[in-house]
């Protein structure tokens, strides 16, 4: 759901981030990357709104699954990660999945890999 409200944000206005001095088709390369990335959270937790906050910043578009709306996000963020603390971010690379937990460490994450996927 988030990442469709944020890919209609970008739709209305109708920018591909000038403002972060992106060309539309480095966006879709960071949209296409942002499809190994899930985040789990829930509204009310204000951890997850510091990287919601950055999330919208940073315009990227990864999947947002509220836990505490959706039952089997909840039970997939139990199963992977162990415990169902949030934000917590899912970050596949091929066969291997990782499990980031703490609020800094995924803002931190989230500007490297940007930097890096547009990088190329
Ligand atoms: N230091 C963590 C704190 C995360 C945290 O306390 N999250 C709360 C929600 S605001 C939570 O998930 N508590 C339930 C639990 O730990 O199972 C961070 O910065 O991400």
Same mark, same amino acid.
């Given at each position: ?9 970008r739709w ?7 403002a972060?001095? %992106?060309?539309?088709?480095?966006? +879709?390369?960071?949209?296409? #990357? @942002?499809e190994?990335?899930t ?7 204000p951890?997850?709104?510091?990287v ?7 315009q ?7 836990? %505490?709306q959706?039952?089997?996000? +909840?039970?997939?963020?139990k #199963? @992977? ?5 949030v ?13 980031l ?10 500007r490297a890999?940007s930097?890096s996927?547009?990088?190329?």
């Amino acid at each position: 759901m988030k990442r469709l409200v944020t890919k209609w944000k970008r739709w209305f206005q109708g920018s591909d981030s000038p403002a972060l001095g %992106r060309s539309p088709a480095q966006q +879709r390369t960071l949209d296409q #990357a @942002g499809e190994n990335l899930t985040l789990f959270f829930f509204p009310s937790c204000p951890f997850c709104r510091k990287v919601l906050r950055e999330i919208e910043h940073m315009q990227l578009t990864i999947e947002c699954r509220n836990i %505490r709306q959706d039952v089997g996000a +909840r039970d997939a963020l139990k #199963a @992977g990660g162990g415990r169902t603390t949030v934000p917590c971010l899912r970050i596949s690379e091929g066969e291997q999945v990782q499990w980031l937990y703490e609020s800094s460490d995924i803002v931190r994450f989230l500007r490297a890999w940007s930097a890096s996927v547009l990088s190329g």
